[in-house]
């Protein structure tokens, strides 16, 4: 009988942190959902990990070899076969109780998209990972979750359909800020939780606390991506295309050091294919400055960031 919640979690390399993930979701885990587990070539003791508990839990098990995490979660939802997917990473934590709660939302409202609130944690950081009394949970609007600046996968409950003909793309970095915002834009209603779904670990080897070269690019293309979308709802799209000129000017003042050349060439780029009326059009007062002051901006947050890379 198909299940009504797949948690799909990719694993590499998480030998560290897999347990502690894993008992934070098996310790709760109803006969509604459906855990998938793919192991993306790992080459610690993650497996030895998974394999303790094949022993105890039901759960589908994926080994592969080393795709990268986009690929990962493709073969998540290629394997899933619920009516709603959710994803956790291996080196994270799920909040005690929310399956809970999820499970009973779904079954009483039965709506798109679920948006849940989110703690990051500093790895090595004691935490309590209770979950928290819910507040004012709320219907709110695709254009409401627009205005946000994080689009991690793990925040939200999707329902699986909203992935049709939708898939991470492989081989980029910062893939949620590439899809997810695709993802919502199909979402005729959408729900937002207020209670923790995830405790994020912040590690110092994380994707966010590096740079390269390639960052710069996968923003460019998120952009343009977003840029070709822009006539189909200019609203939605203005939003997403302010928040992500924001983060694009941020990683090419970040990555200036590495090729100053090629971040100016991709900054021109950006301005011929974002026009300041887009920006305009989102309402948001700092991408808009952002935009008229492009130049200026980029070369202060240069300044500021310089002292990370010297």
Same mark, same amino acid.
């Given at each position: 009988?198909?299940?009504?919640? %797949? ?34 070539? @790992? ?19 994926? %080994?592969?070899v080393n795709q990268g995490i986009s690929a990962t979660r493709n073969v998540g939802l290629k394997e899933?076969? &619920? ?6 990473? @291996? ?38 990972? %209770?979950?928290?009394? &819910? ?6 609007? =695709? ?8 689009f991690y996968c793990w925040q939200y409950v999707f329902k699986r359909s909203l992935f049709d003909g939708? +898939?991470?793309?492989?081989? =980029? ?14 979402? &005729? ?13 912040? =590690?110092?080897? +994380? ?6 070269? +390639? ?26 295309? #302010?928040?992500?000129?924001i983060s694009f000017l941020s990683k090419c003042a970040r990555a200036d050091h590495l090729d100053h &050349?090629?971040?100016?060439? #991709? ?42 890379? #010297?």
């Open positions: 009988m198909p299940k009504l919640l %797949s948690i799909i979690i990719p694993v590499y390399n998480v030998e560290l942190y897999l347990d502690e993930c894993l008992k934070s979701v098996f310790e709760q885990i109803k006969d509604d959902v459906e855990v998938i587990l793919i192991n993306d070539g @790992s080459t610690d003791k993650s497996n030895e990990i998974i394999e303790k508990y094949s022993n105890e839990y039901q759960f589908k098990y994926i %080994s592969q899933s076969s &619920s009516t709603y997917v959710t994803f956790l990473d @291996s080196d994270d934590i799920l909040a005690n109780g929310i399956i809970d709660k999820i499970i009973k939302e779904i079954k009483t409202s039965k709506i798109d998209l679920y948006k849940f609130k989110y703690k990051k944690f500093i790895d090595g950081e004691d935490i309590d990972t %209770s979950i928290f009394p &819910s507040g004012n949970d709320v219907f709110i609007s =695709r254009n409401d979750i627009a205005e946000e600046t994080d939708i +898939s991470f793309d492989c081989g =980029r970095c910062f893939e949620d800020q590439l899809v997810i915002p695709l993802v919502i834009y199909k979402a &005729s209603t959408c729900k937002f939780i207020d209670s923790i779904i995830v405790y994020y670990r912040m =590690r110092n080897l +994380s994707i966010t606390n590096t740079v390269e070269l +390639s960052h710069v690019d996968d923003a460019l293309f998120g952009l343009y991506r977003y840029s070709n979308k822009y006539s189909e709802d200019k609203i939605y799209f203005s939003k997403i295309l #302010a928040e992500q000129y &050349s090629h971040v100016m060439n #991709a900054m021109q780029e950006v301005n011929k294919i974002i026009s300041i009326n887009m920006i305009i059009s989102s309402k948001n007062l700092k991408a808009i400055i952002f935009r008229v002051f492009s130049k200026f901006i980029f070369y202060r947050l240069r300044i500021v960031t310089k002292k990370d890379y #010297a």
